[in-house]
């Protein structure tokens, strides 16, 4: 029961995480937003609640000694995956900082990047918060005043990480995978559900006529730059031949 729990909570997390990374890509692009910036906030939230759920579990169960060398195993593994996160939160969260002090919307300091990233994100945030549709309630000075409070909440994240380090010795690289690196990405099965909801990752078979496609448009490339590079050659001949004659 604990280790199915853990899993669900740390698939959350992940998932909350991942959400959080789409959105902060947007930011300082067409796509950014008042809406954009109250997102990325309760987003962030929400992952670092997750984050203090799964520290809380998980430490209590590695502290257990009572438990099995096979569980143990287990919730080592899902502690290394749960610090993976956490760094990649920390990572994405001091980008956000970085990009929101360059990009203030209120008193815009320089243009937004045409980044070819367009439409609303408020899916992908409804998504992370469990929700159907975003309510918006945030004041019109959020792109400012949230920084401040971005900035503490990097130095909280921080602080846990150094926390979990001291509380639970696990050695990475002494913690075995269970499947092969990037299996997850070779399967058509949806991720799983969760309390956030669902992310899935498709592989869409390729058709024929695309196949033949790509490969008449290879050789036509092909093609292309033989005749090219002939040119060029009779190009060089011809001005050898003049330099030569004059």
Not at 20 to 27: D, E, Q
Not at 181 to 205: P, R
Not at 212 to 233: C, D, N, Q, T, Y
Request: aromatic fraction near 4%; hydrophobic fraction near 40%.
């Amino acid at each position: 029961m604990g280790k199915e729990e853990c899993k669900t909570m740390l698939d959350a997390l992940n998932k909350v995480t991942a959400c959080y990374r789409h959105l902060v890509i947007a930011l300082g692009s067409t796509s950014d937003s008042q809406n954009l910036r109250e997102e990325l906030k309760r987003t962030r939230k929400k992952a670092q609640e997750l984050a203090v759920a799964n520290r809380t579990k998980l430490t209590s169960l590695l502290k257990d000694k009572s438990i099995s060398k096979e569980d143990r195993a287990e919730y080592e593994r899902l502690w290394v995956l749960f610090s993976s996160s956490m760094e990649l939160l920390e990572v994405d969260m001091k980008r956000s900082l970085e990009i929101g002090q360059d990009f203030p919307l209120k008193v815009p300091t320089r243009h937004l990047i045409q980044t070819g990233m367009t439409g609303s994100t408020s899916t992908v945030a409804a998504r992370a918060m469990s929700v159907q549709n975003m309510k918006y309630e945030a004041d019109s000075n959020i792109d400012t005043a949230d920084l401040k409070d971005l900035q503490s909440e990097i130095t909280q994240v921080s602080q846990m990480m150094e926390e979990m380090e001291m509380k639970v010795q696990v050695a990475p690289w002494a913690v075995v995978a269970k499947q092969e690196a990037g299996a997850e990405l070779k399967s058509n099965l949806s991720v799983g559900n969760s309390s956030v909801g669902v992310i899935s990752i498709c592989e869409e078979e390729p058709k024929d006529d695309e196949g033949e496609g790509s490969r008449g448009g290879g050789s036509g490339s092909v093609g292309a730059v033989i005749g090219f590079l002939l040119i060029v050659a009779v190009a060089l001949v011809l001005g050898y031949l003049v330099i030569n004659m004059s």
